[in-house]
Structure formats: structure tokens, C-alpha cells
């Protein structure tokens, strides 16, 4: 899906709300919450919310929590920690993010509004919008060549076998 970014005050973190509401069907917010891993800025209920406004999941360089409710649920988020703390929102009542939708570092990486995020459990990674096309047709070039590898594997071909027919495994 395509990012909404969300920065975060270090020692200041509130949960993403209002990128919440602004989400729309296939979006995917990414949270750089300066990496804290004590603070969780997303849980279950704010998963199920997600969830019910289409919203595909949540990156976030930092912590989450209730892992097992999201993964009921088939919501996925990527956090850096899990820890059942969360932020003070729900005793103070703020729910105003730093800034939305601004480039955003996540996990070391930089996200812009409008990104494609492509995510699943093995990582994430981030297409920038104005390469989407390059990067699709290189991805299409990718797949193709490990599924002729996969068939020779499949035909119990050899180390040698492969290194010599692709050049590698």
C-alpha cells in the first residue's frame, strides 16, 4: 500500500490517531517514533481500527503491543520491540503527531507520503513513488529468474548446475 507518515516527538510519543482517520482503503502508515522500544504506539484496538477503515497495517521504528489481538484479527504491524506499555494519550487525551504526511526516517530508511510499502514476514521495504515503475519491472525480472531456478532445484539439479546456468543460486 502506499504511506501515510507519521513523525513522532522522541519522549513525547502519542498514538498515531489522527493518521488513523485520515487513513483510506490500502494505505499502510509508517510511524517513525525515533526508535523507542519502551513506548508502544499502536495495540489492538487501534489495529481493529485500522482494519475496519481498510487500512493494510503499520511500520513502526519503535515499539507495539498486543501482538496476539492484531494477529486474531489478521492486522500486521512491524515494530522494532513489543512491550505492553503505552503512551499517555488515553490519560491525556492529546492525540496531535508531530507532523503527518513529511518525510519520515523509518528504520533507518527514508519514507515519503505516498510511498509503496511492500511488507511481509521476512521485512519491509520501501518503493519510492517516482521509481514505482522501474522498480516493478525489476522485481517482475527478479521473479522470473528464481522461479527458473526454483524448477531446476525442483529437477534436483546441482550447486555446480546452477552456478553455471545463472550464475548463481
Known amino acids: 500500500g502506499q504511506a501515510i507518515t507519521v513523525q513522532l516527538s522522541g519522549g513525547d510519543l502519542v498514538d498515531p490517531l489522527r493518521a488513523l482517520e485520515m487513513g483510506q482503503l490500502g494505505d499502510v502508515i509508517c510511524v517513525d517514533a525515533g526508535g523507542d522500544t519502551e513506548v508502544s504506539v499502536c495495540g489492538g484496538l487501534m ?15 519503535g515499539a507495539g503491543r498486543d501482538i496476539d489481538e492484531l494477529e486474531d484479527i489478521n492486522w500486521p504491524i512491524w515494530t522494532r520491540s513489543i512491550t505492553p506499555r503505552g503512551t499517555h494519550t488515553m490519560f491525556s487525551g492529546r492525540k496531535e503527531e508531530l ?4 518525510p519520515i526516517a ?4 527514508v519514507v515519503r507520503p505516498g510511498d509503496f510499502i511492500v511488507a511481509d514476514t521476512i521485512g519491509v521495504c520501501v518503493v519510492p513513488l517516482d521509481r514505482a515503475d522501474e522498480f516493478l519491472t525489476l522485481a517482475a525480472e527478479q521473479a522470473e529468474r528464481e522461479a527458473n531456478t526454483r524448477e531446476w532445484v525442483a529437477r534436483g539439479k546441482t550447486v555446480e548446475d546452477l552456478l553455471a546456468e545463472f550464475g548463481r543460486i
Open 106 to 109: 523509518c528504520g533507518g530508511v
Open 99 to 102: 507532523s503527518i504526511n513529511v
Open 47 to 61: 489495529g481493529g481500527l485500522a482494519k475496519n477503515r481498510g487500512i493494510r497495517g503499520m511500520i513502526v521504528d
